[in-house]
């Protein structure tokens, strides 16, 4: 179906009016410069806004005000914050069919995947997180020792502070709800920088808050780039950072926030692993591979791009996994029959491509895919890569595209190894009959996540996030109250 883009184009401004100020202290303000950066729709290349190119003194604004609103917001009665919460649950379910249209042409994904995946993720975050804030309880704490008297103890959980949340441009509203909710609920204020790709919803949730009632300064956003993130993460008045992306400028926040002693919670990127056994569902396993591999492009750092296939069943897996991707239509996200979408931008996709040409040059397979569709778009088709080693670059460093590598294996104690011989330990998957076969994998998996005879689950209650180099710290569940919350002592004598 031809998706007429200027038209929706233009439906943007009538959405969010102006896009040329930032969010600080419960209003829209001019920032200090006039400098600027543009969003375009992936798929068509078109012109979508200009937002502002935020600068240090606009972040210290904007960590000032969240300062001052962190004063009342932690003594906040609990219930009081579970309220603001869910009514931002009930405003964005509200304006649910908008928002999805924002993140769709702002990202590229398919408005299906934007709807049922991303605004459902981001108003459970608040249901969920509105129902811990008045669970964030400390513990009475009886003294292993009487040291001379007798002793009344316990232990309390309180906020840390002002909270500054750097947010990717694959999911921006899911992954600014899975930060500023857990971080509301347990009585922080946030302040919050986009990905310069993908400002569009955050903008938008911003007045959503507003006109739910949410006090002001208890959320700030100030849109940028690079530039505007160290700001932030340089900023004194920041007591922690949480970030996601890329495990190369995670390493850098780690280091720069050392500086000020600044906590953070880094959720970075993946390789993971999805094994099929002979003895799976074979056909269910090759759907749940095809989703894992190349759901939203597969610009997803969860996504299951080393795929470990029993060698008996080889053959029948890469047949049926290359009819059910070239069944997947390649699109705009607007078309209602896309599966598949555009890559973030041109940049990115030549980086993918760069990856496929090396892997060509180095006497690698391609068995389906490993090119660019013609025209307006960054799209490139999904493909499959056969005959990587275990230090081939596709099979070792994140592409975060549409490109999977399918290794054979034979037996548990293989496959394991190959599983953990990676950098990264975010999530994994394994299909098999077996429940013998899945627990013992489950446990020796160095993951944080494990998919057993399905792939992309997330719930708010699970925890999120990875070992080794995918990251620092969880969101979501009673986990993420730790990584907001700073534990006390507190002893009496009587």
């Not at 969003?39 to 078109?46: A, C, E, L, V, Y």
């Not at 990115?348 to 892997?359: I, T």
Request: aromatic share 8%; hydrophobic share 40%; net charge negative.
């Amino acid at each position: 179906m031809a998706v007429d883009v200027a038209q929706h184009a233009a439906r943007i401004e009538t959405i969010l009016g102006s896009t040329s100020k930032i969010f600080i202290g419960g209003e829209w303000v001019t920032p200090a410069s006039n400098e600027t950066i543009e969003s375009h729709d992936p798929g068509s290349g078109t012109f979508l806004a200009s937002v502002p190119l935020g600068g240090a003194e606009d972040i210290d604004a904007a960590v000032n005000e969240a300062r001052r609103a962190f004063q009342s917001w932690k003594v906040t009665a609990p219930l009081e914050r579970a309220q603001h919460l869910w009514r931002i649950a009930d405003i964005l379910e509200a304006h649910a069919e908008e928002l999805a249209f924002l993140e769709t042409m702002d990202t590229g994904k398919p408005l299906d995947h934007a709807k049922n995946y991303d605004l459902k993720s981001a108003i459970n975050e608040f249901r969920f997180m509105s129902g811990l804030a008045a669970r964030i309880n400390g513990q009475a704490a009886p003294m292993a020792t009487m040291p001379g008297g007798t002793f009344h103890s316990f232990t309390r959980l309180q906020p840390l502070g002002v909270i500054g949340a750097i947010t990717p441009w694959n999911f921006p509203l899911a992954n600014t709800a899975w930060k500023i909710a857990p971080a509301l609920a347990c009585g922080n204020t946030v302040v919050v920088k986009p990905s310069e790709e993908t400002p569009l919803t955050t903008l938008r949730l911003a007045q959503l808050m507003v006109d739910a009632g949410l006090p002001r300064g208890v959320v700030n956003i100030v849109t940028g780039d690079g530039s505007t993130g160290r700001a932030l993460v340089n900023h004194p008045g920041v007591d922690k950072i949480t970030f996601t992306g890329s495990t190369a400028t995670g390493q850098h926040i780690a280091k720069v926030a050392s500086d000020n002693m600044t906590r953070v919670a880094l959720e970075l990127g993946g390789k993971s692993p999805n094994v099929v056994f002979a003895d799976a569902d074979v056909d269910a396993a090759i759907a749940g591979a095809s989703a894992a591999s190349f759901w939203d492009s597969g610009e997803v750092c969860s996504a299951g791009t080393r795929m470990y296939v029993e060698r008996s069943i080889m053959e029948r897996v890469v047949d049926g996994f290359r009819s059910t991707v070239e069944a997947m239509p390649i699109g705009h996200g607007l078309d209602p029959e896309t599966l598949i979408g555009p890559l973030i931008s041109g940049k990115h996709r030549n980086k993918v491509a760069g990856y496929v040409d090396g892997a060509r040059e180095e006497g690698l397979e391609i068995a389906f895919g490993g090119e660019s569709l013609e025209g307006d778009g960054n799209f490139y088709r999904p493909t499959a890569i056969l005959g990587a080693k275990s230090d081939s670059r596709v099979l070792r460093e994140e592409i975060f595209g549409p490109v999977v590598t399918i290794v054979p294996f034979d037996e548990m104690n293989e496959v394991l190894t190959a599983a953990n011989d990676s950098d990264y330990g975010l999530a994994a998957g394994v299909w098999t009959s077996d429940m013998t076969k899945a627990h013992h994998f489950a446990e020796n998996v160095e993951a944080g996540m494990v998919w057993v005879n399905c792939y992309g689950v997330v719930d708010p209650t699970l925890p999120w996030g990875g070992f080794k180099k995918s990251g620092w710290g969880r969101e979501n569940g009673e986990y993420a109250l730790q990584e907001f919350t700073e534990p006390k002592g507190v002893c009496m004598k009587l």
